[in-house]
């Protein structure tokens, strides 16, 4: 049944089926970002779905890094940081920034007005300032201030059910 009506579904508690659960989460897909602070030990980057918004007025968006990352603690404390969502074209900056990637080894790059480092060329752009964490279980939300917002024309890179692709207008 292409429509869907009458399909069986599997009902659990994320307790008793930690796998059924990220499974579940995977069938909403969400667009890919790379977030990005001035730290102590230069410029750092992270590659997180984990974006939303949250308010127009005043304008909040949120992301919530994983407590067990390496570089929690430089987001956790971070007053300042880019949200950069990425294109088609960005797949790479998405590895560049996972876990053991290179970085900004080798990127060209800008830094904003707060000296968080920007990447041009990003299908949009949030220039942050920290408004608020809360406690989210592994992972910590962190909510932001937009103070300036950029975008351009472009396809979105998608992550859906554990793989990258991009939006298909016109359903």
Request: with cysteine; glycine share 12%; aromatic share 10%.
């Amino acid at each position: 049944m292409a429509d869907g009506v009458g399909m069986m579904e599997t009902v659990f508690t994320p307790e008793e089926n930690a796998r059924a659960f990220r499974d579940a989460l995977g069938c909403f897909a969400t667009g890919v970002t790379v977030v990005t602070t001035q730290t102590s030990e230069g410029p750092m980057g992270f590659t997180a779905n984990s974006f939303a918004a949250v308010s127009l007025d005043p304008p909040l968006v949120l992301w919530s890094p994983a407590k067990s990352s390496s570089r929690f603690h430089h987001y956790a404390g971070a007053r300042h940081y880019a949200i950069h969502v990425l294109d088609r074209d960005h797949a790479g900056w998405m590895q560049r920034f996972a876990r053991g990637g290179e970085g900004f080894h080798g990127l060209s790059h800008e830094v904003n007005a707060e000296g968080v480092p920007v990447i041009h060329g990003a299908l949009a752009r949030f220039d942050c300032a920290q408004h608020a964490t809360h406690e989210g279980g592994d992972h910590l939300i962190v909510v932001g201030r937009v103070l300036r917002a950029a975008h351009r024309d472009g396809t979105p890179l998608v992550f859906s059910r554990g793989q990258y692709g991009t939006f298909n207008p016109g359903i």
